[in-house]
T-cell receptor, first 111, second 116 residues
């Protein structure tokens, strides 16, 4: 099966930019997603990118995709304390109904 | 309305109990999912229903029994669970566009299950 790796933990100061990285082994996913999970809550879809794109910007969020290196990143500009959460990257496989999730990155935003 | 609701929010059950988790969506989605999530880990897919038919079963033990009574509802029946089954159980739904792969999944808040 596919391996999707993320660094476990990231700590930033409020107002700084955060960059969360994701590397994957299977490049067949047509869409790649970023989900946010706050403590005790479900997953919230933040944004996605189509595999033939290199970059997508959505307000404070910028997604970069490097297909050659099988690397996906999520940049959060002007990070706020409300951004503290676990972030999962995910790719769709198996005809689109199966999501393979990354290991998750816990983002901590300090004042 | 992009909401997926789940009940109950918390559930404590003994190993001999029978209980059910419920999930509901009114977005017209025809694919619904059950995931199991342990603390600080990614969700693990358990079951997928497509057009009310079970399409994916990820080799889940038979003590978990899914049911899709109609296109808006998804149940997970629990019987004779083990303490290691304690986890957050997440429901999700998506469009099922058979010719396209863009099927973003919307998740419910989950049911926190503790098996004693």
């Amino acid at each position: 099966g596919e391996d999707v790796e993320q660094s476990l933990f990231l700590s930033v100061r409020e107002g700084d930019s955060s960059v969360i990285n994701c590397t994957y082994t299977d490049s067949s996913s047509t869409y790649l997603y970023w989900y946010k999970q706050e403590p005790g809550a479900g997953l919230q879809l933040l944004t996605y990118i189509f595999s033939n794109m290199d970059m997508k910007q959505d307000q404070r969020l910028t997604v970069l995709l490097n297909k050659k290196d099988k690397h996906l990143s999520l940049r959060i500009a002007d990070t706020q304390t409300g951004d503290s959460a676990i972030y999962f990257c995910a790719g769709s496989t198996g005809g689109g109904n199966k999501l393979t999730f990354g290991t998750g990155t816990q983002l901590k935003v300090e004042l | 309305d992009t909401e997926v609701t789940q009940t109950p929010k918390h559930l404590v059950m003994g190993m001999t109990n029978k209980k059910s988790l419920k999930c509901e969506q009114h977005m017209g989605h025809r694919a619904m999912y059950w995931y199991k999530q342990k603390a600080k880990k990614p969700p693990e897919l358990m079951f997928v229903y497509s057009y009310e038919k079970l399409s994916i079963n990820e080799s889940v033990p038979s003590r978990f029994s899914p049911e899709c009574p109609n296109s808006s509802l998804l149940n997970l029946h629990l019987h004779a669970l083990q303490p290691e089954d304690s986890a957050l159980y997440l429901c999700a739904s998506s469009q099922d566009r058979r010719n396209r792969e863009m099927r973003e999944q919307y998740f419910g808040p989950g049911t926190r299950l503790t098996v004693t």
